[in-house]
C-alpha cells in the first residue's frame, strides 16, 4: 500500500459526523497526510453529498459494489447500525482489505461468530471500534497496572440516565465489558444480577472471573441521574482510578486518572479536552491504519471481538455460569 491510504466510508450517520470523519478529515491534512478520503456511501444520496461537502470526501455513492469497484480502495470503514453491519460486513470482507468497523461487531453470537471466520478466511486485517480502549485515561491505567501489579481487583461502573433502550448491554453496557477484558483476560465465569424497572429496562450487576486470575466487578445503572463511567484497579498498597469524559461522564465528576498509595494521590492526570483525541476515537484511526500498513492483526479485531459480543449477550439475558457453557437465545435487541 502506499501512503495516503485511499479510504472509503459506509455510513453517512450522526454517530460518524461527530465522532469518526472529523479524525480521518484531520489525518488527510497536513504536509504528510495519513489518509485520501475517496468516496462515502450511503442509502440516503443526500447524506452522503453533505459529507463530501462537510469533511472533503471526494464522490458520494448510494451503492457500495459500484463504490468499490469504481474506487478500488486501499481501506474500508463500515459505520452502519449495529442491525445492518454484519449484513455489510459480510459483503465487504470479501474484498480482503483492511477493514474498520463499528461496535458492536454483529448484535447475536452467531453474527459475530460468523463474521469474525470470515475476516479469518479472507485474511483481512480488521479493527473493531472499541474507543475506550485508545482513550488515554485507559491506557494510563493500563501501563500503571502493569508497571505496579499484580492486579489484585477490577472495578467499574457504567451509570446512565434515562436509558431505556432494551438492548443496552449489547449496545452500550460492551463498551465497560470489553474494557474489563482488556484490562483483566478473558471472562473464564460470569455472575450476572438484573434489577428490572417497570417495564423492559433493567440495571446489570455483574460479577466476573478471568483466565488470568483477576476478579471484578462492574455495575450498570441506566436511570440514576447522571452519566459517569470510572473504572478501578487495586494492587498490593495501591489503586489507581480513571474516569473519561466527554459522553461518557458528566462535566462535574472527578474526570481524569488518580494514583493513590499510603493515603496519597502519587499521580494524577486530567482528561483530555480535545474528545476525539480523549474519548479514544483518534486513536483508534492511528491504530488501524498502522495496523492496515503493516498487516498486523490489532487487539481489537473481528476475531477478539465476537468474545465481547458474546459477554454481552450473556450479561443482557441475565446468564450466570461458566463461558465456556454459555448458549444464548440469539434474540435481536435493535429488532423492536
Not at 459475530?112 to 485508545?134: D, H, K, M, P
Not at 474494557?179 to 433493567?202: D, F, H, M, Q, S
Amino acid at each position: 500500500m502506499s501512503e495516503p491510504l485511499r479510504i472509503v466510508h459506509i455510513g453517512a450517520g450522526n454517530f460518524s459526523r461527530a465522532n469518526h470523519s472529523p479524525c480521518l478529515q484531520r489525518l488527510s491534512a497536513g504536509p504528510t497526510p495519513r489518509v485520501s478520503m475517496e468516496a462515502i456511501c450511503d442509502l440516503d444520496e443526500s447524506k452522503a453529498q453533505a459529507f463530501c461537502d462537510d469533511f472533503g470526501y471526494k464522490k458520494a455513492y448510494t451503492d457500495i459494489d459500484e463504490m468499490m469497484g469504481q474506487v478500488e480502495p486501499d481501506v474500508v470503514y463500515v459505520m452502519v447500525h449495529p442491525r445492518l453491519a454484519a449484513g455489510v460486513l459480510e459483503r465487504v470482507l470479501r474484498y480482503r482489505l483492511p477493514t474498520f468497523t463499528e461496535k458492536p461487531p454483529g448484535v447475536t453470537v452467531a453474527e459475530s461468530i460468523r463474521l469474525a471466520e470470515l475476516a479469518q478466511e479472507c485474511g483481512n486485517v480488521t479493527y473493531v471500534g472499541f474507543n475506550r480502549r485508545r482513550t488515554p485515561v485507559i491506557e494510563h491505567l493500563k501501563s500503571w497496572a502493569a508497571g505496579n501489579g499484580p492486579v489484585r481487583y477490577v472495578r467499574a461502573e457504567m451509570i446512565r440516565n434515562r436509558r431505556f433502550e432494551t438492548g443496552f448491554a449489547i449496545g452500550t453496557a460492551i463498551h465497560p465489558l470489553d474494557c474489563l477484558r482488556y484490562l483483566c483476560g478473558n471472562v473464564v465465569e460470569l455472575e450476572t444480577i438484573c434489577k428490572a424497572y417497570e417495564g423492559t429496562p433493567r440495571d446489570y450487576l455483574v460479577r466476573m472471573r478471568f483466565d488470568t486470575g483477576i476478579m471484578a466487578d462492574l455495575a450498570v445503572l441506566v436511570h440514576a441521574g447522571l452519566s459517569r463511567e470510572r473504572y478501578m484497579v487495586h494492587v498490593a498498597g495501591g489503586l489507581m482510578e480513571a474516569t473519561p469524559g466527554g459522553y461518557c461522564s458528566s462535566d462535574f465528576c472527578d474526570l481524569g486518572q488518580k494514583a493513590y498509595s499510603g493515603n496519597q494521590v502519587v499521580a494524577e492526570g486530567p482528561f483530555e479536552d480535545d474528545l476525539h483525541i480523549g474519548l479514544g476515537f483518534m486513536g483508534e484511526h492511528l491504530a488501524f491504519l498502522e495496523a492496515a500498513t503493516s498487516g498486523m492483526r490489532p487487539d481489537c479485531c473481528l476475531q477478539d471481538g465476537q468474545h465481547s459480543v458474546k459477554l454481552g449477550v450473556a450479561v443482557q439475558e441475565g446468564y450466570s455460569g461458566p463461558m465456556a457453557s454459555f448458549e444464548p437465545s440469539e434474540p435481536d435487541p435493535y429488532a423492536t
